[in-house]
């Protein structure tokens, strides 16, 4: 995936730029097709996208209690859930939209009886009922949605999905490369209401330059605006970072 660029014509031409970049290399991330080719090509090797479960494990731990029933929306083949599950969590449902993975991982975790698997699209999971979540889990995939056709209402109708799905006072945890000016109007669409936490850390092997020093710890929050954006004068110390939007549904 190519990573978003923000411009002066602002959150619109963003989202555009995601969409046809996408287009213009002939892959939609949005269709399940492409994501069965490529784990088909790929042979069940796992992968995580953006940060490994050691990296997120300190936001993970402060907002989700290990006996939370979590919904890892997008698994693919990461080794996410199989690491929370080490680490005492113990009921983790995991959904893709790609059958080929879902069976490759329902193979391989077959003895873990914390883990669970079935084929869905984010966009919709009538399957499950209201408020049946204590937790949902996105690293990445409303990122490939933003790159498929119809990227903004595949958005709307994932995260509608998610605030329908998470019990009054549950917790959403999004991992992208999305800053406030691309995500915050998708998570605060009618009929979603959350409090929203943001902290960013830099890619993995991101290394700052000699002369320069860490400004804060990557585990504080950020401070965003009342509009929920950054503030003005703020640029991440990495500019590919990744951004963890902690969302408590209210």
């Known amino acids: 995936m190519s990573r978003e660029t923000s411009t ?3 959150e619109a031409d963003g989202e555009d730029k995601e969409e046809q970049g996408a287009q213009q290399r002939g892959f939609n991330y949005g269709d399940a097709l492409y994501w069965d080719g490529r784990y088909l090509e790929e042979g069940g090797a796992s992968f995580d996208w953006y940060q ?3 990296a997120l494990r300190p936001f993970v731990r402060k907002f989700v209690p290990d006996d939370c029933r979590v919904l890892m929306a997008g698994c693919g083949s990461a080794l996410m859930s199989e690491d929370m599950v080490k680490d005492g969590y113990v009921e983790i449902m995991n959904i893709d939209v790609s059958s080929i993975v879902i069976e490759m991982m ?3 975790y077959a003895l873990v009886s914390q883990l669970k698997y079935m084929q869905m699209d984010v966009r919709d999971m009538s399957f499950f009922s209201d408020e049946s979540f ?4 996105d690293k990445g ?7 498929g056709q119809d990227a903004p209402l595949s958005a709307s109708q994932m995260i509608q999905e998610v605030s329908r799905l998470l019990q009054p006072g549950g917790i959403f945890i999004l991992i992208t490369y999305g800053d406030p000016s691309v995500r915050i109007n998708h998570l605060n669409q009618p009929g979603c209401s959350w409090k929203i936490i ?3 850390i830099p890619r993995p092997g991101f290394q700052l330059k000699p002369s320069t020093s860490s400004r804060k710890s990557f585990t504080e929050p950020v ?3 009342e509009a929920g954006q950054l503030p003005a004068d703020f640029s991440p110390e990495d500019p ?6 902690i969302c408590k549904k209210t």
Do not use: F, N, Q, W
């Open 134 to 137: 204590d937790c949902v889990i």
């Open 240 to 245: 590919d970072s990744h951004y963890i939007y």
């Open 106 to 108: 329902r193979r391989k």
């Open 8 to 10: 002066e014509g602002g």
């Open 141 to 147: 995939t409303l990122d490939s949605l933003m790159c």
């Open 198 to 200: 943001l902290y960013i």
């Open 223 to 225: 401070p965003l605006t």
């Open 52 to 54: 490994r479960y050691a």
